[in-house]
């Protein structure tokens, strides 16, 4: 069996490396990839095409350049990375990109994309709640014809048959990662937040029964031994994403242990299952009715504030951290809400901005330092 310290060098290898392990699919299966841009794409009819799904998540960059002619200066940080990117050629391998038009960026998105890659741009009906019935039947409607162009471009034909496996596929791989936050909570001594984050954001590059088989290994070697104590706080962290590395070993270095996550690049892509459905692309519908707490998915009832305050008393968490993309509309609209809801429950939270155009993180560090002492 190999130790924790080896699989983990496997994931981050991994999560460092996607265009290596595009490659090694290709190399394997002959098939190549689709991008999946964030955010609630219904990954499993790629996978029905046997293509490899593969996250668009942006990069850390020093700076952009050649975004800037497309997009204002006050579009989120994610995209204008993602847009830097495309413009550099970083995504010409891909088959096809798919996205869903989710906030008035990504509406952006579909007029600015340059290149070679085709995309696929569908909608997600937003009246989720007051009208679920016509919502199921409209994004029914939305991915069937996301399908339709998915086998005009890859030239294959995708089975009800063939989602509903992976559907099946997906859904284990979502029960294993959350058996592993939940291991790697218990084990907040051992698991430190960039090795969290590797195991996590590897899932957006590797086929998911690959990436399940991996994650049930480094839970066995993980509690092979009894979980030792752990002095330092325990916390929840929030928002789109939570990087680079140098950010999380801030954690670490101020004794601050992840045990829960509300980013929608790690567990809001896989705390819910998609439920059975004789017809699959109306149960990936459905899994989208659903869905809660999440800024893009438009809820009157604003639930994603209790929903962190339940984890909080579940993971017994000291405070809440807040990753707040820059310029990011959707999120940014729901954190007043979030701060009035932390202070009522009496949990101390703490905002830091993620930026993708910037290497150097000293002011984010003196926050998080402060906080830690504070705590
Ligand atoms: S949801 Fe936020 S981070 Fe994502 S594309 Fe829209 S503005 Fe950018």
């Known amino acids: 069996m190999r130790t924790y310290a080896e699989l983990i060098a496997e994931f981050k290898n991994i999560a460092e490396n996607p265009r290596k392990a595009m490659e090694a699919f290709k190399a394997e299966t002959g098939k190549g990839a689709v991008g999946i841009l964030p955010a609630h794409v219904p990954e499993e009819i790629v996978h029905a095409a046997g293509y490899l799904p593969i996250g668009i998540w942006g990069a850390q960059k020093k700076a952009i350049n050649k975004a800037r002619t497309y997009l204002p200066p006050f579009a989120c940080s994610l995209m204008q990375s993602v847009m830097e990117l495309q413009l550099e050629g970083v995504y010409d391998e891909l088959d096809c990109v798919i996205y869903s038009s989710l906030c008035d960026t990504l509406k952006c998105m579909n007029q600015k994309w340059h290149g070679k890659t085709p995309v696929i741009v569908f909608t997600h009906p937003q009246n989720r709640k007051i009208a679920k019935k016509a919502a199921n039947v409209f994004c029914r409607e939305e991915y069937a014809i996301v399908k339709a162009k998915l086998e005009d471009i890859l030239e294959c034909t995708i089975t009800n048959k063939a989602i509903q496996n992976s559907i099946a596929v997906y859904n284990e791989n979502r029960a294993a990662c959350r058996k592993f936050c939940d291991v790697a909570a218990e ?54 994403m939570l990087e680079p590395t140098e950010l999380l070993d801030v954690f670490e270095e101020n004794g601050l242990a992840i045990v829960a996550d509300d980013l929608l690049h790690e567990s809001r892509s896989f705390r819910q299952d998609v439920p059975e459905d004789a017809d699959a692309l109306m149960a990936l519908a459905r899994a989208w009715t659903d869905f809660d707490g999440c800024a893009l998915a438009t809820d009157a009832d604003k639930p994603k504030g209790r929903m962190i305050i339940e984890d909080c008393k579940k993971y017994n968490a000291d405070a809440v951290i807040v990753a707040m993309m820059k310029f990011c509309d959707p999120e940014e609209f729901d954190y007043p809400i979030l701060i009035q809801e932390f202070a009522a429950a009496g949990i101390p939270n703490l905002q830091i901005e993620i930026d993708q155009e910037s290497t150097v993180f000293e002011q984010v560090k003196t926050r998080i330092q402060t906080f830690a002492e504070i705590l």
Do not use: C
């Not at 996590?200 to 480094?218: G, I, P, Q, Y």
């Open 187 to 240: 084990y907040a001594a051992v698991v430190k937040p960039a090795e969290r984050h590797a195991v996590l954001k590897a899932r957006w590059f590797m086929e998911k029964s690959k990436h399940t088989d991996l994650v049930n290994e480094l839970i066995a070697a993980l509690t092979a031994q009894p979980a030792p104590k752990f002095t330092g706080k325990r916390v929840i962290v929030s928002g789109i």
